[in-house]
């Protein structure tokens, strides 16, 4: 690509698909059912989570050193997490890059998906965020003009002369899609209040860039209410007053984490063509329940 070329005015719809198993609630993988490990795993890093929430830094911290100490990558990814946000330490994101390469080395799946959602933050090495976008393989699908054809690991050299000579314009483009298509999808979660009310279904994401916004709409939904979460939920009297509520709780949760991810990274001038839309798909299946 030279500085030169005239980019076309229209571009593919590029589609994602990301699963989320009820029965893996942290990891968020395309498992049937979650190991007893990864179970134990989860619920640990569940707690600590409470812990930053309730503001005990000190318990939030002895338990993640002892998760580090273990080499946990699910603690690594949370440790990283707390660098880069600065929840009870200093924010330091030279720290939370180092924990979430730890914590991709160690096999954690989001390590890498954060890696690029931080690298595109404004000040930081933004290149880097294409470099690790190349490395996620299939996990989430890119425009073909922001993603060089060199290998990155193999061939880095020419991996670095193909972003020396894009566009500046379109190197912004591209590190703001990635940016925010990578914090959303990295930080998404089964949401408890569809998880306890047996809610699952698939979603259909529209990013239009040129205008920084997303819309979703649902593609399938699903309440359960014979499950065990229904049972329990009818037992208890939980939120029968508002069954609309839980019956968007996964939409409105999906377009609350949009918005945060839209808010975090300023929509750069860029070259994408108003018509332009990147396109993704998420599943949240309940299994093992």
Not at 119 to 137: E, H, K, L, Q
Not at 141 to 151: T, V
Not at 216 to 245: C, H, I, K, M
Request: net charge neutral; aromatic share 10%.
């Amino acid at each position: 690509m030279n500085p030169g070329s005239r980019l076309p005015q229209r571009f593919l719809l590029w589609t994602s698909t990301a699963l989320l198993s009820g029965a893996s609630l942290w990891a968020g993988a395309a498992h049937a059912k979650e190991t007893l490990a990864e179970r134990s795993e989860r619920m640990e890093t569940e707690a600590i989570e409470r812990m930053l929430g309730d503001g005990l830094c000190s318990s939030a911290v002895g338990a993640i050193k002892s998760g580090l100490a273990a080499k946990k990558p699910y603690i690594m990814l949370l440790a990283g997490n707390m660098y880069e946000e600065g929840l009870c330490v200093k924010p330091d994101w030279d720290k939370a890059a180092g924990l979430y390469m730890r914590a991709h080395e160690a096999g954690q799946r989001y390590a890498i998906q954060r890696l690029a959602a931080g690298y595109a933050r404004p000040g930081r090495d933004n290149g880097m965020a294409i470099w690790w976008a190349a490395r996620s393989g299939d996990q989430i699908a890119y425009p073909s003009r922001c993603i060089p054809a060199a290998d990155p690991m193999n061939d880095q050299d020419g991996f670095n002369r193909a972003l020396e000579t894009m566009p500046p314009a379109t190197f912004q483009s591209c590190v703001y899609l990635i940016g925010v298509v990578n914090e959303l999808v990295s930080q998404v979660r089964y949401p408890r209040v569809a998880l306890r009310n047996s809610v699952s279904g698939s979603f259909n994401m529209e990013f239009v860039p040129a205008n920084g916004t997303i819309t979703w709409t649902v593609d399938q939904l699903d309440v359960d209410e014979n499950s065990r979460g229904a049972f329990y939920r009818n037992l208890a009297n939980e939120e029968l007053n508002n069954p609309r509520e839980i019956r968007n709780s996964l939409v409105n949760y999906l377009k609350g984490k949009s918005n945060f991810a839209l808010a975090r990274y300023p929509r750069p001038a860029g070259d994408f063509a108003p018509d332009y839309v990147y396109r993704y798909r998420h599943i949240f299946l309940l299994e093992g329940w």
